[in-house]
């Protein structure tokens, strides 16, 4: 299964932005700058985001992004299905049934067993990330970080951060 770039820049950002002040947005170009990736291209993210609940929108010269819910809830299945989208990764199209000589019906009343193999991949993957919070990210963090990243990440957040009203 492979993932869009979007998928680990949106989850980059989501952690980024729990870390903002109670009363402060981060604009999509400092995030994008932070990140080292395409404005552009992160926005498109960010907007599916905010539709999806995860991040609140400040408008204006002054606004930015920040997250709509607390870092407790918002997992990572959360943030993939925003950017993704919720269908599944692997779309059975019952290819069995083509081609030259074709079988009859009855062959296909059971579920194709790759079908059904991967819906259960699916469905584990999916169990996986709904149980990963991003505030659990944040703690692992902690727990490996010697002060660098963290460090890092504040003073981005000091000089970029704006103050908004709630």
């Known amino acids: 299964m492979k ?21 402060a947005v981060l604009s999509a170009s400092s995030l994008a700058e932070f990140h080292g ?4 291209y992160l926005l498109k993210h960010l907007q599916a985001l905010s ?18 819910r607390a ?14 989208g919720p269908a599944p990764a692997f779309r ?7 081609g030259p000589n074709p079988l009859p019906d009855r062959y296909f009343k059971a579920p194709c067993g790759i079908n059904a193999a991967m819906l259960r991949a699916e469905k584990a993957y999916r169990a996986e990330l709904a149980g990963v919070s991003v505030a659990g990210l944040i703690a692992d963090l902690t727990q490996t970080d010697d002060g660098g990243i963290a460090a890092r990440g504040c003073a981005f957040l000091d000089q970029h951060q704006r103050k908004s009203a709630r």
């Open 92 to 98: 059975c199209n019952e290819i069995r049934q083509r």
């Open 51 to 68: 539709s999806a609940g995860i991040l609140a929108t400040v408008p204006g010269p002054k606004g930015g992004y920040r997250l709509a």
């Open 37 to 40: 990736v395409s404005t552009s």
């Open 3 to 23: 993932l869009s770039d979007g998928v680990e820049q949106a989850i980059h950002s989501v952690t980024m932005l729990a870390g903002l002040d109670a009363d």
């Open 71 to 84: 870092p407790a809830a918002i997992s990572l299945l959360d943030i993939v299905l925003a950017v993704e």
